[in-house]
């Protein structure tokens, strides 16, 4: 059994797709052990307080400087013996301090289709909005392992969702979540804490479940 560390800053949709895939049995090989926010009004400390899930916050305001930020972060993380973050909506830049340590294994949810509409610059909404105005048909969500790169890390899992003429960034995000998100990133999570991934240069290979 996996010790699955959380890391969030906003409504915690991704957060709560993981507590209910732990509790039906799609993520049986890991559980939550912290969740830990950057902000401390986020939503998502709510969903965790609901299920008894030991929150902490570790705001950039006290840390001006940035390692010291990884650190933080990288000493909760090691103090509750976590062997995977997971970067549930997390908001927050974080650097090599955090990514040498935790080598492939941070995993981030993005969005969208990796390589289209990542990295610096391109969360929450401002995706959806790149999309559309691109004119893009299909779109969808991308979970990746996590280096010092935004959004650069080696691809795990991708699911693609519709755009639709009428579709507003909102429409999209909500349907994007919904379709993509809360069923890859769970499904992730448990090929990692079953140990099925292989990371080979910066290609993922998922591991047949021997049953
Ligand atoms: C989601 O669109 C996710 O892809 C992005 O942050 C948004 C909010 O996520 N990383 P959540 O509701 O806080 O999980």
Redesign the pocket.
Known sequence: MKNIGVL????????QALIDAIKGGIIKSGRIVTVVSNNSNAY?LKRAEKHRIDTSVISKKDYPVAEDFDRAILNHMKSYNVDLIVM???LAIVGKTLTDEYKNKIIN???SLIPSFCGKGY??LKVHEAAIEYGVKVSG?TVHFVNEITDGGAIILQKPVSVLCDDTPETL?DRI?REA?WKILPEAVELFCADRLIIDANKVIIKENVL
Request: glycine share 24%; charged share 5%.
């Open positions: 969030v800053s906003g409504g915690g949709t991704n957060l998502a549930a909506g997390f949810i993005h969005p969360y929450g969500a995000q979540m998100e």
